[in-house]
């Protein structure tokens, strides 16, 4: 029997707002800032953007049946505006923090973004409500 595939076009269009994350908690004041954003590119390929704590930013997923989520790194970019220290620090922890999702799942309106391998126990989640 063929292996079948799954249907990722749920994702196409979805809007999402970061609530935290789950070991190292954002400051009150980021929460319910940043916004992400999916646009399907291809069945697996799916462009991401949004607003960071500062900054706008894009890139690209590709979603993998075994793998989980797979961050083209090389295809994540920003604008590059100044904003306060903790903003900014924050901002570059969300983007390290993409760029090394590997896996996520979905509860009603909540996309839970997993870091790290998703063999081992997760780094960190991400928990965004959808918009």
């Not at 707002?17 to 800032?33: F, G, I, M, S």
């Not at 505006?81 to 090394?100: C, D, I, R």
């Amino acid at each position: 029997m063929a292996r079948m595939k799954a249907d990722f076009s749920w994702l196409n269009g979805t809007d999402w707002v970061l609530k935290d994350y789950a070991a190292n908690p954002l400051p009150a004041k980021l929460k319910n800032t940043l916004t992400l954003k999916f646009k399907k590119q291809s069945d697996t390929s799916y462009q991401i953007s949004g607003r960071s704590f500062v900054n706008w930013y894009g890139g690209a997923f590709n979603l993998d049946e075994e793998k989980g989520l797979v961050v083209n790194k090389e295809h994540l970019v920003t604008t590059e505006m100044a904003g306060p220290p903790e903003s900014m620090k924050a901002e570059e922890t969300y983007y390290q923090h993409l760029q090394k999702a590997s896996y996520f799942k979905i509860e009603g309106n909540e996309l839970w973004l997993y870091i790290g391998s998703n063999t081992n126990a997760a780094e960190e989640v991400m928990y965004f409500t959808k918009k």
